[in-house]
């Protein structure tokens, strides 16, 4: 690459307009002297078409008061188009129960309308959609048990039998009667404590029975035994990815035994290069380097970097952070939300952050910033990354893509503790563009550029959007298209870009 060609890149920016006032909703965390924990841990949001319009729209968690139990309405906003959104929560029927932190949206009854799991404390909710624009709770029926703290979670068919199942990131062993003091006495300074002052839990996993019933095969498939401090969970052919706070990251991946090996040790993800676990939050896996294999890049504290792990054709990973800049370019940032996608849509997955500090009293025992920018890492050729902050300072908590008004750029939502969310329309200059409504699991290939249909992103948050490929100066592509559930591979041949394709489910092989 010419030392012209790189000034050139470097010059041009992925480029973001806010949207003010587009929706009225707000983040309640209720913060209280006493420092429950959970107050600092809100903020998940699901991005999903729930009435088949065609338009994204848009789903908020919200939290409750811990000492009380009064609870901020959960909030579902409908797309009308040209960032206009009408707030149908109570038409929907979402209003929720309990401190919800985040969503997972999938159509996990296969009617072909998209339902909602709610991870929450004291009591995590399922949602079905009924498809006339209401959710009926299946909770109590469903057999999901809600004896842990679960602050996320990600649909995925692990046994390959069509139906969905539900994997649940579970954090710590943290109730409101098990809220010690931290802090400095002396200065009358009390602080949410350290995660190493609670136990681990292990993450549940429930099979789809089908009739909107699940079962808790968490000991039967391997997930059990392996307990952690999960954060937020990815899913893709690597596996399934759960970010650790303080401890060793896990992957489980399937061994087609009806169970799950734990190998981040051996595949070189359970900690950076340092050797340290850090405070691993959000989680994105994508491809980033178009080798056809999907990396890992975790957001975590300030100076503890955004670890970035590179995998190889044999499910290796090394961890690059350093080589590619990202180290340099995140070591002031702390994440929470992070999305991997091709935002000014050259053919190169970027990554972008939604950043503030846990502690809300950081800034008075050490250097660092409680309120932080977002943050935008261009993709320059799979190799090096540049930085742009975007926003101003907040407590920027969850975040998700999605192009909510369908002109092929993908547009972000963040959330704000105490404010309202941040809306941010994507203006990034036109290049061509794919956007392929596929099956969960489903894995495209354009060229040298993979990607596959999964619904969970950054920090308890979901977007269940199309597959969307940048696509440059290309007007014609051939798809190499792989479904899941042993399904078939098909090579669809020139395709036309600019729009949005939709494949039919594929029953799995018998």
């Known amino acids: 690459m010419t030392p012209l060609l790189i000034s050139l890149l470097l010059a041009q920016q992925i480029q973001f307009e806010a949207v003010p006032n587009a929706i009225d909703f707000k983040l309640e965390n209720f913060p209280s002297p006493a420092k429950f924990l959970p107050e600092t841990m809100a903020g998940g949001l699901a991005l999903f078409d729930y ?39 109570e038409a929907a029927g979402l209003k929720g129960t309990g401190f919800a932190f985040g969503a997972a949206a999938a159509d996990f009854d296969g009617d072909g309308h998209v339902d909602l799991f709610i991870p929450a ?37 692990y046994d390959q039998d069509g139906k969905l199942d539900l994997f649940i990131v579970n954090y710590l062993d943290w109730s409101p009667t098990n809220n010690p003091w931290c802090g400095d006495r002396a200065k009358d300074l009390r602080v949410y404590c350290h995660p190493s002052r609670f136990n681990p839990l292990a993450n549940s996993l ?61 595949a070189g993800v359970s900690l950076p290069d340092s050797g340290k676990p850090i405070s691993a939050m959000g989680v994105d896996m994508r491809d980033l380097n178009n080798d056809s294999h999907d990396d890992i890049v975790i957001t975590a504290l300030a100076r503890e970097t955004f670890p970035y792990f590179q995998s190889d054709a044999k499910g290796q990973f090394t961890d690059v952070t350093d080589p590619t800049r990202l180290a340099a370019l995140s070591a002031r940032y702390s994440g929470w939300g992070i999305a991997i996608a091709d935002l000014d849509n050259d053919g190169w997955k970027d990554i972008v952050t939604c950043n503030s500090h846990v502690n809300d009293q950081i800034e008075a025992i050490s250097a660092d910033r409680y309120k932080l920018p977002n943050a935008i890492f261009r993709n320059l050729n799979g190799r090096t ?85 940048g696509l440059g100066s290309q007007k014609v592509v051939s798809l190499l298209i792989t479904y899941p559930n042993n399904g078939p591979i098909e090579v669809r041949d020139t395709v036309q870009t600019n729009q949005r394709l939709k494949l039919a489910p594929i029953a799995p092989l018998k």
Not at 59 to 80: E, H, I, P
Not at 126 to 154: C, H, M, V, Y
């Open 51 to 89: 009435n088949n319009d065609g338009k994204i729209d848009i789903f908020f968690a919200n939290g409750a008061d811990l000492a009380t139990g009064k609870k901020a309405s959960n909030r579902l906003y409908r797309n009308d188009g040209k960032f206009r959104f009408t707030d149908v929560t």
């Open 121 to 157: 404390f004291p009591n995590s909710q399922l949602f079905r959609n009924l498809g006339n624009g209401r959710f009926e709770d299946i909770t109590s029926k469903s057999g999901l048990q809600s004896s842990k703290w679960p602050i996320a979670a990600a649909w995925l068919d």
């Open 206 to 266: 429930y099979r789809n029975l089908g009739n909107g019933r699940f079962e808790d095969v968490s000991k039967q498939t391997g997930i059990a035994p392996h307990s952690g401090k999960g954060m937020s969970a990815a899913v893709g052919p690597q596996g399934i990815f759960v970010t650790n706070d303080t401890l060793p990251n896990a992957l489980f991946r399937y061994n087609k035994q009806g169970a799950f090996d734990q190998v981040a040790l051996a």
């Open 385 to 469: 990354f540049t930085s742009q902050a975007l926003g101003d300072p907040r407590a920027h908590r969850g975040c998700a893509l999605a192009d909510l008004d369908n002109d092929g750029r993908l547009d972000l939502v963040v959330t704000v503790l105490g404010e309202k969310p941040e809306i941010w329309r994507n203006i990034s200059p036109q290049a061509n563009w794919l956007d392929i409504e596929a099956p969960l699991g489903t894995t495209v290939t354009i060229g040298n550029q993979t990607n596959t249909a999964t619904s969970s992103v950054g920090y308890s948050s979901s977007s269940l959007t199309p597959i969307h490929f």
